[in-house]
């Protein structure tokens, strides 16, 4: 921040840029876009839709057969979920 601001340019040693006042030129483009990313993202989830819930078993109401019937079925779980 500072150093860009007044950085080795200000002893007199630096070199003077080429567009006086465009020094922070690269570093505010790169603020403005993770900015509007940002908010596209945060958009992006407020209007998903929320996940539809999955039907839940009372386990401890089944009879023990059904219960290891109701597990054989039953798909096993995705990779990484």
Do not use: F, K, N
Not at 24 to 42: I, K, M, Q, S
């Amino acid at each position: 921040g500072l150093l860009v601001a007044i950085g080795e340019a200000r002893r007199g040693r630096g070199r003077r840029s080429v567009l006086p006042g465009m020094r922070h030129a690269p570093v505010d483009t790169g603020a403005l876009t993770a900015l509007v990313y940002g908010v596209w993202a945060a958009l992006g989830v407020a209007a998903a839709r929320a996940p539809h819930p999955r039907a839940r078993v009372r386990w401890h109401e089944l009879d023990p057969d059904e219960a290891v019937e109701r597990l054989d079925r039953e798909a096993p779980p995705e990779p990484g979920v």
